[in-house]
């Protein structure tokens, strides 16, 4: 279900994000918009922390961090 409503949403390069569903606009910072990105790809959770401690040169856990809470802002929006 998760990967439906991802693939429902509109963004674009600078960080503005549409959900159709809902109208609801939001602002992605890099992170977000990086993980945004890979999960809408099909990546999983742990697939998706690993290539963003590549881009952004930081710790796996940091990364996976960094996931987590994008996770829970997804579904404190109704999106996952």
């Known amino acids: 279900m998760l990967q439906n ?5 509109a963004t674009n390069d600078d960080g503005f994000c549409f959900d159709p569903r809902t109208g609801e ?9 990086v993980l945004l990105m ?3 790809r ?9 290539l963003l401690a590549a881009d952004f040169g930081i710790s796996i856990h940091e990364a ?3 996931t987590q809470e994008f996770i829970q ?8």
Request: aromatic residues 2%; glycine residues 6%; hydrophobic residues 35%.
């Open 5 to 9: 409503r991802l693939q429902q949403l």
């Open 25 to 33: 606009t939001y602002q992605l910072n890099e992170t977000a918009q």
């Open 38 to 40: 890979e999960l809408k």
């Open 42 to 50: 099909g990546r999983s959770e742990s697939e998706a922390a690993t």
């Open 64 to 66: 996976e961090a960094d």
């Open 73 to 80: 802002l997804l579904k404190m929006n109704g999106i996952a």
